[in-house]
């Protein structure tokens, strides 16, 4: 498991191999609907359309919506000294349906971690699971780039912290 201490930029090769676990939340309807709505989904299901579904099915883009929230809530980065961007997804799948109301969990393992330019390119294996499932509720693939802070006259962070 990752420490609780703030990850520099400096610590993120160490982070190979380490693994991170949430607690279990529960996603509820509200949430569901403010993320159905922020999405539009909204616009176009009809009450007919929702009968087609299993009740409260969370939408795979929330899901995949999700990850920056526990990467960001339960790695402890130092962000005066790195930030980090999404740099895409090599590969998602849902396998199972997560349903709002029902505790899931998120789990991650950093399985690469390389150089690039002045930061580093870190590829988590993320899952998605419901509390007593036999299968996940979706596994990705995910990129992050982190990158040293930059102060507001453009300057990059050093190792120490100095600008």
């Keep these: 498991m990752l420490t609780t201490n703030e990850v520099r930029l400096e ?8 693994t991170v676990e949430s607690p279990w939340i529960s996603v509820d309807t509200r949430l569901r609907g403010l993320f159905e709505e922020a999405t ?3 616009e176009f299901m ?14 795979g883009f929330h899901l995949l919506g999700l990850l920056d929230h526990f990467i960001s809530k ?25 349903v709002a109301g029902r ?7 950093v399985t690469e971690v390389e150089p690039k330019h002045d930061g580093y390119l870190i590829v ?8 007593d499932a036999d299968r996940p509720g979706m596994t990705a693939t995910w990129l992050c780039y982190q990158l040293p802070t930059v102060d507001p006259a453009g300057e990059a962070t050093t190792e120490d912290g100095a600008r």
């Design 124 to 131: 988590f294996e993320c899952v998605l699971e419901h509390e």
């Design 74 to 98: 339960y790695i402890n980065w130092d962000m005066s000294s790195t930030y980090g961007l999404n740099y895409g997804l090599d590969r998602v799948r849902f396998v199972s349906p997560m």
């Design 103 to 109: 505790p899931l969990r998120f789990r991650t393992t």
């Design 40 to 42: 539009m989904i909204d």
């Design 46 to 59: 009809t009450p007919e359309d929702r009968l087609l579904y299993p009740e409260g099915l969370l939408e």
């Design 11 to 18: 610590d993120i090769p160490g982070l190979l191999g380490q």
